[in-house]
């Protein structure tokens, strides 16, 4: 994995040190979402290309009708039409939008619930291309289990609507959707692997938690979260590793050549195990 690991673990810190903070510091619940939502898009605003916007609001199409509210909206800057950029922008035609991202800053069932709703309201939209952007659901945190987020979202379309097209919790490191170099769907975590002497990460391994470990520990310096995967197995999670999972599959979304973005040649096959969840 090159230089790309040890980065986006201090990445992963970054972020999360910036969202504890500012969660202790506003007592809003509104509040504290939406600086949750500032935190995740400017590491989008920095990893995708220049020519790409993130912005915040509804989806329109031609009919007049909208989408629900999208806490982050990644759109085509030249193609955005000026009659929408005259204020504050919150309304994004529907053609230009390549991705849309919900946040949440703990995953509940409810939250699940109202990410179907939001793919719902976006594939109800009329587009003149035939094409509707994707939808993912990110979360910080999460109070149900990696096991029951993704049995959720092994429905295909229930009745608040389809699922999202990628769903994220990054403290569990779990992930659930259609990954970049895997094939179908796949509800699996990011689990921290062992390292040899010179600290290399040797494939095909996981660090297992001790007994005295019930909720997180420290291996090689780093405090890292335990995520049960079945009734009867915990693993020690790496969330840096399910984020740059999620940064593959947002630059993959946007990317418009036939090679796959560039991302994906300094991810190799040891950063793309994950345990099943």
């Not at 608040?160 to 569990?172: A, E």
């Amino acid at each position: 994995m090159n230089h790309v690991g040890p980065y986006w673990n201090g990445v992963m810190q970054r972020l999360q040190a910036e969202v504890e903070q500012m969660n202790q510091l506003i007592a809003h619940q509104g509040a504290k979402g939406t600086e949750n939502e500032l935190s995740l898009a400017r590491l989008v605003e920095n990893l995708i290309p220049a020519r790409f916007g993130v912005g915040s609001g509804l989806l329109v199409d031609s009919t007049g009708k909208s989408s629900k509210q999208i806490d982050l909206i990644v759109y085509e800057r030249g193609n955005e039409p000026g009659i929408f950029a005259q204020t504050n922008q919150v309304m994004f035609p529907v053609e230009n939008v390549r991705l849309c991202i919900e946040v949440k800053t703990t995953l509940t069932k409810s939250a699940l619930e109202d990410g179907r709703a939001k793919k719902a309201s976006i594939e109800a939209l009329y587009s003149s291309t035939g094409d509707h952007p994707p939808l993912a659901l990110f979360g910080y945190r999460a109070d149900i289990t990696a096991a029951t987020i993704a049995g959720h979202l092994d429905v295909v379309t229930d009745t608040h609507g389809p699922r999202p097209d990628m769903t994220v919790s990054v403290l569990l490191a779990l992930l659930v959707g259609e990954l970049p170099g895997r094939k179908g769907w796949t509800r699996a975590v990011a689990g921290l692997q062992q390292r040899d002497a010179a600290g290399n990460i040797i494939p095909g391994s996981e660090e297992q938690p001790n007994e005295d470990e019930s909720t997180s520990a420290v291996r090689y310096g780093t405090l890292y979260p335990l995520t049960p995967v079945s009734s009867k197995k915990w693993v020690i999670a790496e969330p840096s590793r399910s984020l740059l999972l999620l940064a593959e599959w947002i630059v993959t979304v946007l990317n418009e050549s036939d090679d796959g973005p560039v991302l994906s040649a300094y991810i190799d096959a040891t950063a793309r195990e994950l345990i099943p969840v």
